[in-house]
């Protein structure tokens, strides 16, 4: 095992973590359904204060509203609403949108339960500075920079783009020392199945 890890290799070893945790929010939808068309819902674990619990934001599809700015000229904005909490009642996580019902609670939630207590919900959350530069690590972003530059991904989806200036920002080395166990063990499994590949 290395003694360093760049930015790039702790992105890049934790990613599998965030696709199959993401593939696995996702597939909770297949219990649900919802009323109205052009509507979807999505799934998000917020890992930042304690004890992991999920999130919800029920938005539309394919749409879009025409304002009138105050400038008198006309645009585009596409409606969203903030992320709300799935909500617990019992033993059953309930989704307090009326335009979304749960048809299956027991496997909704069981399988709710199944991903916010997953090895991923529970260690990934990681906050700690190196010099001027802090390292951000939570269930949907990875930050690392100073006051002048930074880089956040959302290491699930591949739509961020690298500016030349935060080439230095990712080849940054953090002593391997200093992340978690569970931050080294995915991150050299990754680095140990591109070998064989």
Known sequence: ?????????????????????????????????????????????????????????????GLTNIVKKSNGKFGRIIPHNAPEKVEKVGNFYVIPDQHVLVNNDIEFSNNVDKILSSEFAQNISFDKEFGDYRLHIDSNWISFGDSNESF???????????????????????????????HVEKIEKNKSLKKIK
């Open 1 to 61: 095992m290395s003694e360093y890890y760049t930015i790039l290799d702790i992105i890049s070893g934790l990613r599998p973590e965030y696709i199959k945790t993401k593939e696995e929010l996702e597939s909770l939808k297949k219990y649900l359904e919802i009323f109205i068309r052009n509507v979807d819902i999505e799934f998000f674990i917020n890992t930042e204060l304690g004890d992991p619990y999920m999130l919800y934001s029920v938005y539309r599809t």
């Open 152 to 182: 956040t991904g959302h290491v699930s989806d591949d739509n961020y783009s690298i500016m030349p200036s935060q080439l230095d920002l990712l080849s940054y080395e953090i002593p391997q020392s200093e992340l978690s166990d569970y």
